[in-house]
């Protein structure tokens, strides 16, 4: 099995962990309960104060990522799928690290206390790389591969 396989399938266990793992500590921030910041809580907190948001980031932080991670599975045991699909999931999948990026920038910005990115969004953050390099190993794979139809050798006269 190759290694990519293999870390892809570690990321069906390991981006769980990484939505209930501390993205970062916050001190004096109204809109959060605690003062760790998860993947898990921040859609839990978003859901009080904007189901929309919340739904959003919940589809763009943890099913997308992990929806294209199990794609990338079936893809490695043979599925072929729809053309195309695979680019479109993983390109929705980085707005995760972008939706992240951006709150920090926002909290640091107003001015409310203070926000410091804990171990899970180092953990989060290798979990959408580790994803990215495993789509473009599968994708490389798929273009090596010859097709089989005109690879077959004529039979002989």
Not at 58 to 74: H, Q, R, Y
Not at 114 to 128: E, I, K, M, N, S
Request: hydrophobic content about 55%; proline content about 7%; glycine content about 8%.
């Amino acid at each position: 099995m190759p290694f990519h396989h293999l870390v892809n399938l570690t990321l069906l266990a390991v981006y769980p962990l990484a939505w209930f793992a501390p993205l970062a500590t916050a001190g004096v921030l109204p809109w959060f309960s605690g003062n760790q910041i998860t993947i898990a809580d921040g859609v839990r907190d978003l859901w009080e104060v904007d189901p929309a948001l919340s739904l959003l980031v919940a589809l763009l932080a943890i099913v997308v990522p992990w929806g294209k991670t199990v794609m990338l599975v079936a893809i490695h045991r043979g599925w072929q799928g729809p053309a195309g699909l695979i680019e479109a999931v993983g390109k929705l999948s980085m707005a995760d690290v972008f939706l992240i990026a951006l709150y920090i920038v926002v909290v640091k910005g107003v001015g409310i206390g203070h926000v410091t990115p804990a171990w899970g969004l180092w953990l989060f953050t290798g979990c959408v790389l580790a994803s990215i390099w495993v789509s473009w190993k599968t994708a490389k794979a798929a273009r090596i591969v010859p097709d089989q139809a005109t690879s077959e050798k004529a039979p002989p006269d």
